[in-house]
T-cell receptor, first 110, second 113 residues
Framework: RKEVEQDPGPFNVPEGATVAFNCTYSNSASQSFFWYRQDCRKEPKLLMS???SGNEDGRFTAQLNRASQYISLLIRDSKLSDSATYLCVVKRQAGTALIFGKGTTLSVSS | GAGVSQSPSNKVTEKGKDVELRCDPISGHTALYWYRQRLGQGLEFLIYFQGNSAPDKSGLPSDRFSAERTGESVSTLTIQRTQQEDSAVYLCASSFGENTEAFFGQGTRLTVV
């Protein structure tokens, strides 16, 4: 089983749609969780951290379920500029690296 | 600038040659990561440095790969006897501490011919 698993997509949605991405992780001792965004041929950039209580940043909402080892990202009112690959990222125990999922591709069309 | 800086941005090398890639992290960031991303693929963890602790080298794919970091500053990733399958973008990231978000450089695109 891969350490961080995501549905690769692609998700093709119209502008204004709501879309949800899911991610599961295998290491129950994982400490920190993030969503990154990667545009084509660019470096990944932080979208948001994921907290146990859930958190929201504008149109984006992230949720963490530690019992199920599951992370989600909800994007409301999709924009053309949201088209990108969304990477689920998990930090193992202290002293270890950030592990990236392979990403979920989103394409928003007009 | 204040971001993570990588050099060179592009490198073309002949099979069998050694290459050295450089990463300048954000000042004050104690953690530094190296990743490899092949075309159309996800990020593959290579090595992680945290302060003065022993690095996590568990992602290095072979003994041709090595990395060093001096204190909490510059890091170099060395690939010896390059092979065509080493062609990829090598990304460096740094973070302020153990559990904080990481910021990436723009990467070094390595092409082995």
């Amino acid at each position: 089983r891969k350490e961080v698993e995501q549905d690769p997509g692609p998700f093709n949605v119209p502008e204004g749609a709501t879309v949800a991405f899911n991610c599961t992780y295998s290491n129950s001792a994982s400490q920190s969780f993030f969503w990154y965004r990667q545009d084509c041929r660019k470096e990944p950039k932080l979208l948001m951290s994921v907290y146990s209580s859930g958190n929201e940043d504008g149109r984006f909402t992230a949720q963490l379920n530690r019992a199920s080892q599951y992370i989600s990202l909800l994007i409301r009112d999709s924009k053309l500029s949201d088209s990108a690959t969304y990477l689920c990222v998990v930090k193992r125990q202290a002293g270890t690296a950030l592990i990236f999922g392979k990403g979920t591709t989103l394409s928003v069309s007009s | 600038g204040a971001g993570v800086s990588q050099s060179p941005s592009n490198k073309v090398t002949e099979k069998g040659k050694d290459v050295e890639l450089r990463c300048d992290p954000i000042s004050g960031h104690t953690a530094l990561y190296w990743y490899r991303q092949r075309l159309g693929q996800g990020l593959e963890f290579l090595i992680y440095f945290q302060g003065n602790s022993a690095p996590d080298k568990s992602g290095l794919p072979s003994d041709r790969f090595s990395a060093e970091r001096t204190g909490e500053s510059v890091s170099t990733l060395t690939i010896q006897r390059t092979q065509q399958e080493d062609s990829a973008v090598y990304l460096c990231a740094s973070s302020f501490g153990e559990n904080t978000e990481a910021f990436f450089g723009q990467g070094t695109r390595l092409t082995v011919v």
